[in-house]
């Protein structure tokens, strides 16, 4: 259902207008559920390949953390960028590598690092997180294409330079 939705992105705040809804300004990419959900399966990636044999299997233990962090910063990093289209693009970027992160969850349990469970449980996690990227990048999909982040003017007391002749 659409409702005529307008995303506005002003002063580096995430705000949709015009919908008959009040909805909270995302001021901050830490606002971002996707991202609050995407630090979260970096905690538990982290923990889970912390423990013995997944720890010493450096190249996969390095690749799956990398992965996770890097979901997590290209969410941030797209907020930041400024325009709707490159946040969409980072928001792209975040859902492969939660993909390369699903991906090697399956390695883990492959070399019996990770248990049924455990798998299953971050597998969870890593599946929701793309579902919930992915309905994002759908609705920002259709916001105006003139969404921009709008810069506060400068304000300072300096007043322009006159001239005495």
Known sequence: MRFGCRLQVASCKLQVAGCGLEMATIRQFEELNVWQDARRLVGEIY?????????????????????????????????????????????????????EVRSQLYVARDQEHVGDIQFAALSSSAVTLSKKLSAFIRYLEGCPTDSRVKRPARRNNLQPATSNL
């Open 47 to 99: 923990s889970v390949s912390r423990a013995r044999p997944f720890s010493y299997d450096f190249g996969l233990r390095d690749q799956i953390r990398r992965a996770a962090v890097s979901t997590m910063s290209n969410i941030a990093e797209g907020f930041e960028r400024g325009t709707r289209k490159e946040f969409i693009q980072f928001l792209n970027i975040a859902k492969g590598s939660n993909g």
